[in-house]
């Protein structure tokens, strides 16, 4: 391919709640924080550092006994969400602004869980029954 040399017309969609295939064998709540697995499937979130934070599921999938992508999950995006705060790892005020890190499918934890967790996005607040995650 080689640069424009007049107007393209562009394909584009909204991307604020997207349809993303789910990994096998799997149930995701509505609700729950999702994150893409190293294969590029929607997964509830979990502590490892080879899932990427996708944002909150729209709506309930079970994909127990399918294989990848044999189900697909709207999950909504580009909004702050707020997650649990694991007590033995805190997030705390200090932290807003910076980055946290993914725990399970309702958890977020101050740190990378000696780089065992993948991070879950930016601080926003702290409340005593949540963070705000962006």
Request: glycine share 12%.
């Amino acid at each position: 391919m080689t640069a424009l040399t007049a107007d393209r017309n562009t394909p584009h969609k909204d991307a604020e709640i997207i349809g993303f295939q789910v990994g096998a064998n799997v149930k995701i709540f509505g609700g729950s924080l999702v994150v893409a697995n190293a294969a590029g499937f929607a997964v509830p979130g979990l502590t490892a550092t080879t899932v990427t934070y996708l944002g909150r599921a729209e709506e309930s999938v079970n994909n127990l006994g399918g294989a990848d992508g044999a189900k697909t999950v709207l999950v909504r995006r580009k909004k702050a969400f707020k997650f649990g705060n694991l007590a033995a790892d805190l997030v705390t005020q200090a932290d807003v602004g910076k980055s946290c890190y993914i725990v399970d499918d309702q958890t977020v934890a101050k740190t990378n869980g000696a780089n065992t967790r993948s991070v879950a996005g930016k601080v926003l607040a702290v409340e005593p029954d949540g963070v705000w995650i962006e």
